[in-house]
């Protein structure tokens, strides 16, 4: 939603049709697309896992590789 609504503000400002907007923006992103509610899920699903019980005090960067360094 949060995509969608800043996509449509800039478009109204901007002149740009929102699928222009979505192009450049998703060009800006390594992984060339954003990320699924499914792929988000799947992180979530994995993270609260007896497989992940081990990890702690991580920070997950699913951005498709948009943030260009580490924490």
């Known amino acids: 939603d949060r995509i969608r609504t800043?996509?449509?503000?800039?478009?109204?400002k901007t002149g740009k049709?929102?699928?222009?907007?979505?192009?450049?923006?998703?060009?800006?992103?390594?992984?060339?697309?954003?990320?699924?509610?499914?792929e988000f899920g799947a992180l979530c699903a994995f993270i609260c896992s007896q497989q992940a019980s081990y990890i702690t005090g991580q920070n997950?960067?699913?951005d498709g590789g948009a943030y260009p360094g580490t924490y």
């Open 6 to 12: 800043t996509v449509e503000a800039t478009a109204q």
């Open 17 to 38: 049709t929102v699928a222009d907007i979505r192009a450049q923006q998703q060009a800006l992103v390594p992984a060339g697309r954003y990320g699924t509610p499914q």
């Open 60 to 62: 997950f960067l699913t």
